[in-house]
């Protein structure tokens, strides 16, 4: 039987950079899920008998979502729903079931790096046909239909038993629980040399792979130990749970310090990693070196030919705006093109499909290529592993010889959590009035060159994004960008990106905040961060 059931719209349902994410109760409000699930149906076109990907990161009321997704799939007309068995499936991996399988599209239940529980937070966010998030015109109608919905459908099913692998029957729709690791592996072992991989394994080769309690734990655990023979005990923590066991699943140098003091230690293994809630972040740490997320972009991108599946190289490299410009000059010696977008993989979306990029990174721990539409967090791990096979050195090696011929981009993001809304505003309203009086003042003894509010426009539909974030850039290349970030579910996070770009290889040793100490305090003199804010030190330096 389907149901027509009245609602009333709620007036906080607009989605961010990658869905709407909000604390577990607010979505156990009566009805908040089935609207926001309904105003996405209702934004969608031609989509009866279509087939539908559900999935999610297996934190607190995932399970829950899913059987109201299923009902309301076939209470809408969805001709097929395809979830992941025990409701998983890492944010990549749902996008390589999307695109492989030619599906309409799917529901990814996911506050990805945020943490999970009954008190903690929760995520709905649709990626389109093409795998990737859904494009800033759909979320702004899902975000329309939000405000003026009255009702919603759903079918008065059973629930449907998503641990076991098959398909069942419900309200005249096909369900199919499918294993959610099977489909990506056999992506991965496409696009990697396996047996090089194997051998790398048999000679020694220690690694460390952190799955947090979150949704990789599966992948790596089949992939690593499983199929590329890596000891047993080489993943860890990769039973995924509802609150990620009390942790806070961001693989940063906060919340995977655990693991950077092992890697830093006398012991060490030769390789570390570790991914987030959904599995499309990283974190990558060679034996004594952290490599930072902006210099992983760059240096996969210079040695993606080593792996078969780049063997022919690359079309152009994407870059989220606050990233550091390490890529840039990657893409500058290889001849190819190098695109600055907003923050959000959304926009990488069109350059991927256009065929004009091929690597994609952001500097908070998201790097991907044109495989999927999602950042991929054990992609960037098997890369950099082919990428040490096939070079045989070690981590430290390949970062050091990177930067004696690209130069070293000193870089670090400071994030202000949890600030009051109307304070952050209030900064960035300040700062966003005197941009025009910046370009030609001194600051800490270093000019300002230019100052703007960024702008994309965006080269394949000709689309423009404005107010992505405020660039204050100074003489020499060195910059500090402001932004405020649309991942958080309550208050405010004022991310602060510092960069300072050193050709010198005899410099290239100092210690980032040493070397940044400049810049930070030039940032806090410009934008005020301490009087607005109220603090006197970030929440998180990574």
């Given at each position: 039987?389907?149901?027509?059931?009245?609602?009333?719209?709620?007036?906080?349902?607009?989605?961010?950079?990658?869905?709407?994410?909000?604390?577990?109760?607010?979505?156990?409000?009566?009805?908040?899920?089935?609207?926001?699930?309904?105003?996405?149906?209702?934004?969608?076109?031609?989509?009866?008998?279509?087939?539908?990907?559900?999935?999610?990161?297996?934190?607190?009321?995932?399970?829950?979502?899913?059987?109201?997704?299923?009902?309301?799939?076939?209470?809408?007309?969805?001709?097929?729903?395809?979830?992941?068995?025990?409701?998983?499936?890492?944010?990549?991996?749902?996008?390589?079931?999307?695109?492989?399988?030619?599906?309409?599209?799917?529901?990814?239940?996911?506050?990805?790096?945020?943490?999970?529980?009954?008190?903690?937070?929760?995520?709905?966010?649709?990626?389109?046909?093409?795998?990737?998030?859904?494009?800033?015109?759909?979320?702004?109608?899902?975000?329309?239909?939000?405000?003026?919905?009255?009702?919603?459908?759903?079918?008065?099913?059973?629930?449907?038993?998503?641990?076991?692998?098959?398909?069942?029957?419900?309200?005249?729709?096909?369900?199919?629980?499918?294993?959610?690791?099977?489909?990506?592996?056999?992506?991965?072992?496409?696009?990697?040399?396996?047996?090089?991989?194997?051998?790398?394994?048999?000679?020694?080769?220690?690694?460390?792979?952190?799955?947090?309690?979150?949704?990789?734990?599966?992948?790596?655990?089949?992939?690593?130990?499983?199929?590329?023979?890596?000891?047993?005990?080489?993943?860890?923590n990769f039973k995924p749970l509802p609150d990620f066991g009390g942790h806070h699943p961001d693989p940063n140098l906060v919340h995977a310090k655990h693991l950077y003091d092992e890697m830093m230690g006398p012991d060490a293994p030769d390789f570390g990693a570790a991914s987030d809630g959904d599995g499309d972040r990283n974190l990558i740490i060679g034996k004594g070196i952290f490599v930072t997320p902006s210099d992983s972009v760059a240096m996969l991108a210079a040695n993606a030919r080593l792996a078969p599946g780049y063997k022919d190289g690359l079309k152009g490299i994407a870059r989220s705006m606050p990233t550091s410009g390490a890529a840039d000059r990657v893409a500058h010696k290889l001849g190819i093109g190098i695109y600055e977008t907003p923050t959000?993989?959304?926009?990488?979306?069109?350059?991927?499909?256009?065929?004009?990029?091929?690597?994609?990174?952001?500097?908070?721990?998201?790097?991907?290529?044109?495989?999927?539409?999602?950042?991929?967090?054990?992609?960037?791990?098997?890369?950099?592993?082919?990428?040490?096979?096939?070079?045989?050195?070690?981590?430290?090696?390949?970062?050091?010889?990177?930067?004696?011929?690209?130069?070293?981009?000193?870089?670090?993001?400071?994030?202000?959590?949890?600030?009051?809304?109307?304070?952050?505003?209030?900064?960035?309203?300040?700062?966003?009035?005197?941009?025009?009086?910046?370009?030609?003042?001194?600051?800490?003894?270093?000019?300002?060159?230019?100052?703007?509010?960024?702008?994309?426009?965006?080269?394949?539909?000709?689309?423009?994004?404005?107010?992505?974030?405020?660039?204050?850039?100074?003489?020499?290349?060195?910059?500090?960008?402001?932004?405020?970030?649309?991942?958080?579910?309550?208050?405010?996070?004022?991310?602060?990106?510092?960069?300072?770009?050193?050709?010198?290889?005899?410099?290239?040793?100092?210690?980032?905040?040493?070397?940044?100490?400049?810049?930070?305090?030039?940032?806090?003199?410009?934008?005020?961060?301490?009087?607005?804010?109220?603090?006197?030190?970030?929440?998180?330096?990574?």
């Open positions: 039987m389907i149901r027509t059931v009245p609602t009333k719209p709620y007036s906080d349902q607009r989605p961010g950079t990658s869905g709407l994410r909000k604390k577990v109760p607010v979505f156990q409000q009566e009805h908040y899920a089935e609207n926001f699930i309904q105003s996405i149906f209702d934004a969608l076109d031609d989509f009866k008998g279509k087939t539908l990907v559900i999935g999610g990161d297996g934190r607190f009321y995932n399970r829950e979502v899913i059987q109201k997704a299923i009902a309301m799939a076939a209470a809408n007309g969805f001709g097929k729903v395809m979830v992941g068995q025990g409701g998983i499936l890492s944010t990549p991996a749902a996008s390589h079931v999307i695109r492989k399988y030619k599906t309409f599209g799917g529901i990814i239940l996911s506050a990805s790096h945020n943490p999970g529980g009954p008190h903690e937070d929760f995520g709905i966010k649709y990626n389109a046909g093409n795998g990737g998030p859904a494009p800033e015109k759909l979320t702004d109608a899902i975000f329309a239909r939000t405000k003026a919905i009255s009702n919603f459908k759903i079918a008065d099913v059973e629930p449907i038993d998503i641990d076991t692998v098959g398909t069942v029957r419900a309200a005249g729709m096909t369900v199919e629980i499918i294993d959610p690791v099977a489909d990506y592996a056999e992506l991965m072992e496409s696009l990697f040399d396996f047996e090089a991989l194997r051998e790398l394994f048999k000679s020694g080769f220690r690694m460390r792979f952190d799955a947090m309690h979150a949704v990789t734990g599966p992948y790596a655990k089949e992939i690593l130990e499983n199929r590329l023979g890596a000891p047993n005990g080489t993943c860890r959000g993989w959304k926009f990488f979306g069109n350059l991927l499909d256009a065929g004009m990029a091929t690597i994609c990174g952001e500097e908070s721990a998201g790097t991907g290529s044109n495989h999927v539409r999602e950042k991929d967090g054990l992609w960037a791990v098997l890369l950099w592993l082919n990428i040490l096979a096939a070079r045989g050195e070690s981590c430290k090696q390949i970062v050091t010889e990177h930067w004696a011929a690209y130069g070293r981009n000193y870089y670090s993001r400071h994030d202000y959590e949890e600030v009051e809304s109307d304070r952050a505003n209030a900064l960035v309203d300040e700062l966003r009035a005197k941009l025009g009086s910046l370009p030609g003042t001194s600051v800490r003894g270093m000019t300002i060159a230019s100052a703007d509010d960024f702008a994309y426009h965006d080269p394949v539909d000709g689309s423009t994004s404005e107010h992505q974030g405020i660039r204050v850039l100074f003489e020499g290349g060195s910059r500090v960008v402001f932004r405020l970030s649309g991942t958080g579910t309550s208050g405010a996070t004022l991310r602060v990106y510092i960069e300072r770009y050193e050709p010198d290889k005899s410099r290239h040793d100092l210690d980032t905040q040493a070397a940044l100490a400049d810049l930070i305090a030039a940032a806090d003199d410009i934008a005020g961060i301490r009087s607005h804010t109220g603090r006197a030190k970030p929440s998180v330096i990574t």
